[in-house]
């Protein structure tokens, strides 16, 4: 049983309700047998357009601690696994199992996209979002009010960007469909992702924390956190200005390097507290 998403979802449903999504979704995925094909096209067009409203989320902070919301990730999965893959011209032709974004609201809620952007649908724009040229914002994804989204970046599935952020040009914030129990890529209120970065692999980027350009902020990669005096995984404290730095790696050791008399070098991530003076800290903070 294969239906078509088509572009006019927002009102291909008559009844609204989002309370009870998560056991009218969880029915679908367990048993698509039960529901007709207008009954299951119905059902998609409401749980995408409640990730739109923002009436669910793939993820939410709750007593202080980020957790994915397992059954709309996999409400998300549900969509690729019964809508069909057709052919689209939204002005220029695609092939997908489901429209981009409508975005017949963004002007009320004082939303700007600009020509070129590409929003697939189910994410959420707060008011006074800013999506820029050749921007790719995929499904699941919220961010919230008076937050940029810079020219070419590409923000992945289910990825949650807070309020008053900016995300730099040709950024790469990761996604985090599968498994569907693992957080996204998270930046919280008030962030600053510097351009030319990555954030993958469910990283946390804490309030107000302010990333420099071409950093990889990934849970493989140490983080110096010289605020705390400690050495951290997956996450950027609250109020810290972040650089990425090189030391030396466990690898020079290695009798090859010995033979090619080079060190080896591995990427750090160093925090220091925001209100610290960079240039003065700067050559403190050449590591190699």
Not at 98 to 103: E, I
Not at 213 to 228: A, G, H, S
Not at 249 to 265: D, I, Y
């Amino acid at each position: 049983m294969v239906v078509k998403l088509e572009d006019d979802y927002r009102d291909s449903f008559s009844d609204y309700s989002p309370e009870t999504l998560r056991e009218r979704m969880t029915s679908l995925a367990e048993d698509s047998t039960e529901f007709s094909d207008d009954g299951i096209e119905n059902l998609l067009s409401e749980f995408v357009y409640a990730l739109e409203s923002g009436d669910i989320r793939s993820a939410e902070k709750l007593d202080g601690e980020w957790k994915a919301n397992a059954w709309v990730k996999k409400g998300i999965l549900t969509i690729f696994g019964q809508a069909e893959n057709i052919e689209r011209n939204e002005g220029r032709a695609f092939h997908d199992v489901m429209p981009t974004r409508n975005v017949d609201r963004f002007l009320e809620k004082g939303a700007r996209n600009t020509p070129g952007t590409t929003l697939r649908m189910g994410n959420f724009f707060g008011d006074g979002t800013t999506v820029m040229s050749e921007a790719y914002v995929n499904i699941g994804v919220y961010i919230g009010d008076g937050s940029m989204v810079d020219s070419n970046v590409t923000v992945g599935s289910c990825a949650q960007v807070g309020e008053d952020c900016h995300i730099g040009a040709n950024t790469l914030i990761g996604g985090v469909l599968e498994p569907i129990e693992d957080e996204p890529v998270v930046i919280e209120d008030g962030a600053s992702i510097g351009g030319g970065s990555v954030v993958t692999s469910g990283f946390k980027v804490g309030e107000n924390v302010e990333v420099a350009e071409n950093t990889l902020l990934t849970p493989r990669i140490e983080v110096y956190d010289l605020v705390e005096s400690e050495v951290i995984r997956g996450e950027i404290p609250a109020k810290r200005r972040v650089f990425q730095r090189y030391v030396t790696s466990g690898l020079a050791e290695h009798e090859l390097f010995q033979e090619e008399g080079k060190t080896p070098q591995k990427p750090v991530i160093v925090a220091i507290d925001k209100e610290e003076d960079a240039v003065e800290l700067e050559e403190e903070l050449r590591m190699g």
